[in-house]
């Protein structure tokens, strides 16, 4: 191969990866009896022109007997919420999640919501909360109900890495039976952004 081919092809390879490469994030998040991965980017690269985020994640629950497993993909449509003190975005979204385990299997579509946090000059530290709540009426199998709640408080490292931990309470209602807990309790974890 001569030389302007392979510069060439260095080029089309280094734009390929920086054109991919801008906002992704991999994150992976542990607690006392449960593990998350998640993957998440702008949503713009599935629907031309919208600002938001989609997210994919999975969650495992192992201990106390109780293995099950919720695995999500989901989309927000994102913006600033119009605060002059505080960089506050808000987001409004669905995630559609399939729960199963220990003889239980079902879903639902939960609609939620997202705010993150920043204060001005401080931009990596950031609060962030989520909220997504489906009721019978969207849930399906043997789920009756779902929820999944979480705050965390993240520190950008660098561009690249940040470290984070906080609360998550993930439950599901379970037809004829009680209700299940996937993960309650303090967490922490790393994200990746590429």
């Known amino acids: 191969m001569n030389v302007k081919k392979s510069a060439l092809l260095a080029a089309a390879a280094l734009a390929f990866v920086a054109g991919s490469a801008s906002a992704e994030s ?5 607690s006392s009896d449960a593990f998350r991965f998640g993957l998440s980017g702008p949503l713009s690269r599935v629907l ?3 600002d938001g ?13 109780n293995d099950s497993f919720a695995a999500h993909v989901g989309a927000l449509a994102t913006g600033d919420a119009g605060l002059r003190d505080i960089d506050l975005k808000a987001g409004v979204g669905l995630r559609a999640v399939f729960v199963g385990g220990d003889g239980e299997n079902g879903g639902a579509i939960a609609p939620g919501v997202q705010l993150d946090a920043r204060l001005p000059g401080y931009d990596r530290i950031g609060l962030i909360g989520t ?23 993240s520190y950008q490292i660098n561009r690249s890495a940040a470290v984070f931990g906080g609360y998550r309470n993930v439950r599901i209602g379970v037809d004829h039976a009680p209700d299940q807990t996937i993960d309650n309790g303090l967490y922490g974890g790393i994200s990746l952004t590429f």
């Open 26 to 30: 991999l994150n992976f998040s542990l």
């Open 48 to 50: 031309s022109g919208v």
């Open 53 to 65: 985020q989609y997210d994919l994640g999975y969650l495992q629950h192992r201990g106390n007997g």
């Open 131 to 153: 909220a997504y709540y489906a009721p019978g009426v969207v849930s399906f199998g043997d789920v009756d109900d779902y929820r999944d709640l979480s705050a965390v408080l």
